[in-house]
């Protein structure tokens, strides 16, 4: 019991440490704090750890794969924001269209077509964010930056999905510093796409930052890190069956 105790006591520790350092990232840059929206990534993760960080008031959530997306979804309370953050099946949209906050990761208009097809068949609109790899690295899903245009230009023309903004993960680096020119990067291409289309006053999201980088990934103007292990610890993979 005491042993439990003190561990959900550091969960809520992790989050707010995360915050804390999100906000002296906002201060360095002169960004509002309010402007960030901690996604906690809880993959692998199990549902006591999700409960006791909504019990703290987090409520956007991030995962990757889709029956643990669901289950969760199923088992927890309604009013948290799940976020599509991974690699995403065509034939597995259908089992997150009716309630899914954003999607994270459309990089084809095939994806984007099939998330059309099912969100208009409840009838809603789902936000989603364009997945741009702009490290260029072979392991890794996203358009490039110089096919991301088009591809956005056609996820407008759907009126199912909403074109958000976009999210990138930046290569796994030693010192996050070397990430910058990627996020910088990213912030210039999602700049240069509004400006063109300027269609709404909708505030356009810049999902980028993790456990390594998402200090530097809000200096440069991320409006959205995607934060897992800083907050729930080193996952297990064995566990996930996937
Ligand atoms: C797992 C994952 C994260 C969280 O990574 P951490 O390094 O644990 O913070 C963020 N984004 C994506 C797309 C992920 O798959």
Avoid at 46 to 66: H, K, S, T, V
Avoid at 180 to 201: A, G, H, M
Wanted: proline share 4%.
């Amino acid at each position: 019991m005491r042993t439990e105790r003190k561990y959900l006591i550091l969960l809520i520790d992790h989050l707010n440490e995360v915050k804390d350092r999100i906000e002296k990232a906002c201060a360095r840059s002169g960004r509002d704090p309010e402007d960030v929206t901690l996604v906690a990534v809880s993959k692998t993760k199990p549902e006591e750890d999700i409960m006791e960080l909504y019990e703290a008031g987090q409520r956007d959530f991030g995962e990757n794969y889709i029956q643990e997306l669901r289950t969760k979804h199923e088992d927890l309370p309604r009013d948290i924001r799940w976020h599509m953050i991974g690699h995403l099946q065509r034939n597995k949209v259908k089992y997150i269209a009716e309630w899914v906050t954003m999607i994270h990761s459309v990089d084809t208009m095939e994806l984007a077509e099939t998330i059309e097809k099912e969100a208009a068949k409840h009838d809603r609109i789902i936000p989603v964010l364009v997945e741009v790899n702009v490290g260029e690295e072979e392991s890794k899903f996203g358009v490039s930056v110089e096919d991301a245009p088009l591809l956005v230009k056609k996820i407008i023309s759907l009126p199912h999905v909403e074109f958000r903004g976009f999210m990138t993960s930046a290569p796994f680096v030693e010192d996050p510093e070397e990430d910058r020119p990627v996020f910088r990067k990213l912030k210039q291409l999602s700049v240069d796409t509004f400006s063109e289309i300027d269609d709404n006053n909708q505030v356009s999201v810049l999902s980028m930052g993790m456990t390594n980088d998402f200090e530097v990934a809000v200096e440069e103007g991320s409006t959205m890190v995607r934060v897992g292990t800083a907050i729930f610890g080193k996952r297990n993979y064995a566990k996930t069956g996937e």
